[in-house]
């Protein structure tokens, strides 16, 4: 059974950093693009970016690069989002999800609340 | 970036009725490159469509997917309980991926 796990919720301080992941089972990892999705309370969903985990090549979101990193580990089949300084408008759910365009599995969401 | 608006904005229907959904791409789509998605409250997306018109695995055939160009539309002919969700079209054709700013389909 395909699965993506994420890691669990996180409260943070503005200014912050933080990284959180999402680690692929069921299928082989390197074979899928791992794509990072945000939404936000009371909005839809935005695509901030993706990787290949064979090779970690990523492509990002105008709007979110920069302000993000994405990357994965294969020998543990896990990807990563990480900011180096968090805003309080970073304050939403993240999503990661199978695939390079569309996106046939999703993990659960992890919420990030950025509060002083 | 293609800006993808959804129209309405909310649908509100009785169990039994037909939705019709519009998803309109500021430029082509290549290659019909649009997927379409529902998610409830609390949960993860739920992949709907792919490829315009190709459903995903287990999604049934009361749902459908139709267009081309700029212009799609997501049909759901009789209308479940388990149906009333928010949708959101995707486009994969242009990078960046982007998506639509979402439908809820609500019980009338």
């Known amino acids: 059974e395909v699965q993506l796990v994420q890691s669990g919720a996180e409260v943070k301080k503005p200014g912050e950093s933080l990284r959180i992941s999402c680690q692929g089972s069921g299928y082989t990892f390197t074979n899928n693009w791992i794509t990072w999705v945000r939404h936000m309370s009371g909005r839809g969903l935005e695509w901030m970016g993706r990787?290949?985990?064979?090779?970690?090549?990523?492509n990002y979101s105008p709007s979110f690069q920069g302000h993000v990193t994405i990357s994965a580990d294969k020998s543990i089949g896990t990807a990563y989002l990480q900011w180096n300084s968090l805003e309080a408008s970073d304050t939403a759910i993240y999503y990661c999800?199978?695939?390079?365009?569309?996106?046939?599995?999703w993990g659960l969401g992890t919420r990030v609340t950025v509060s002083s | 970036e293609i800006v993808l608006t959804q129209s309405p904005g909310t649908l509100s229907l009785s169990p039994g009725e037909r939705a019709t959904l519009s998803c309109r791409a500021s430029?082509?789509?290549?290659?019909?490159?649009l997927a379409w998605y529902q998610q409830k409250p609390g949960q993860a997306p739920r992949l709907l469509i792919y490829?315009?018109?190709t459903r995903a695995t287990g999604i049934p055939d009361r749902l459908s997917g139709s267009g081309s160009g700029t212009d799609f539309t997501l049909t759901i002919s009789r209308l479940e309980p388990e149906d009333f969700a928010v949708y959101y079209c995707?486009?994969?054709?242009?990078?960046?991926?982007?998506f639509g700013q979402g439908t809820k389909v609500e019980i009338k």
């Open positions: 999800a199978r695939g390079h365009g569309w996106s046939d599995y």
């Open positions: 990787i290949n985990p064979s090779d970690s090549h990523t």
């Open positions: 430029q082509s789509v290549s290659s019909n490159r």
């Open positions: 995707q486009q994969y054709g242009s990078s960046p991926v982007t």
């Open positions: 490829d315009a018109s």
